[in-house]
DNA sequence: CCTCCTTGGCTAACGGCGTTAGCTAGACAG
DNA sequence: CTGTCTAGCTAACGCCGTTAGCCAAGGAGG
């Protein structure tokens, strides 16, 4: 059912409103508007909406594994900077589709089987002590949701607050 | 407009619903309901669902504020441990409030002046380098969503990731 | 005492949401 | 030619936040 053409233009329509309208966009009315039919007729291809988001997700969680590995791969000497960064710019370069990524519950049950421990892969390379792992993990994910977010002063320049914490972290 | 009786009625039951059902059940309806009440007469009291929401997360960042001022009250020796557990336990207390607090852009001008500095302060004056202070806070923040969002593995103890952050930090 | 205005309810309704039921035109297989 | 499946459609349901407009009760001012 996932792969089918019609499907993939669902899932690419659906992904276009995400990035460029945020999540409030991301309806079945106006996913089919994009393609010309009506809402109901979605139902054809997907049983509900949750199964839509979970294919962006999927695309999320394996573009975010694809930019580790390719960031661990480019600068081997400080992988947990690398990892840092790239995890950085994937989130600030999509962040409606991170958030989605990211806020809530996963929907476990509708992702590839094995791609959420491939996402998490580089850092448990990098930082082989599974606590430590998670503590890093949870510090990289604060800061961007809290960016994202726009917690921070509107003034406040984040680098170093993330250089410290990756420093903090890499000792 | 917002400490009449009425509207202190209205956002305890608001409260009531949100640490009882969840977000989900924040709806201006089921508050209606529980006064006995008909939902467009909330609209008397608050301009829209977003001011009600505004008075809880003024309420949850109050009472953040308190948990922190005691916790470093209590355990001068360790303020960085003992700033992050209280966290923890009121975040863990609080599921849904915490969520509501954190999630998406704060309505800054609907909150009380000086509130969000003073749920800051205790972690300020604790880590005075504001670089640090923020790692800390986008860690304990990461934390605590990624567990109220069940993004750890399930099986996952978390106490030692809390441990090795806080220590780390505390160096 | 009567009148007027404010307060805080009400019903009806709007446009949006996800979703379901039930219909149908067309393609394609036997 | 007939039957079946695919993928569209309209109509509708029950939610949501919100607005418009009406009205009863009560207090203030003359």
Chains 1, 2 share one sequence.
Not at 112 to 126: I, Q, S
Request: glycine share 6%; aromatic share 6%.
């Amino acid at each position: 059912m996932a792969d089918r053409p019609r499907s993939r233009q669902i899932v690419d329509a659906a992904r276009e409103l995400l990035e460029t309208e945020g999540a409030d966009a991301l309806t079945m009315r106006r996913i089919a508007d994009r393609l010309g039919i009506r809402a109901p007729s979605l139902y054809k291809h997907f049983p509900d909406k949750q199964a839509v988001e979970a294919e962006l997700i999927a695309q999320g969680l394996a573009e975010m594994a694809d930019a580790q590995e390719a960031a661990v791969a480019a600068e081997p000497g400080q992988p947990l900077v690398a990892l840092g960064a790239a995890y950085r710019e994937y989130a600030l370069a999509h962040p409606h589709l991170y958030r989605l990524m990211t806020a809530g519950p996963l929907p476990r049950h509708l992702l590839p089987d094995g791609l959420e421990a491939r996402a998490a892969l580089p850092l448990v390379k990098a930082v082989p002590d599974e606590h430590r792992a998670r503590a890093v993990w949870a510090f990289a994910h604060g800061m961007v949701i809290l960016e994202l977010d726009g917690r921070f002063p509107p003034d406040a320049d984040l680098d170093p607050a993330w250089r410290v914490g990756m420093a903090t972290f890499s000792t």
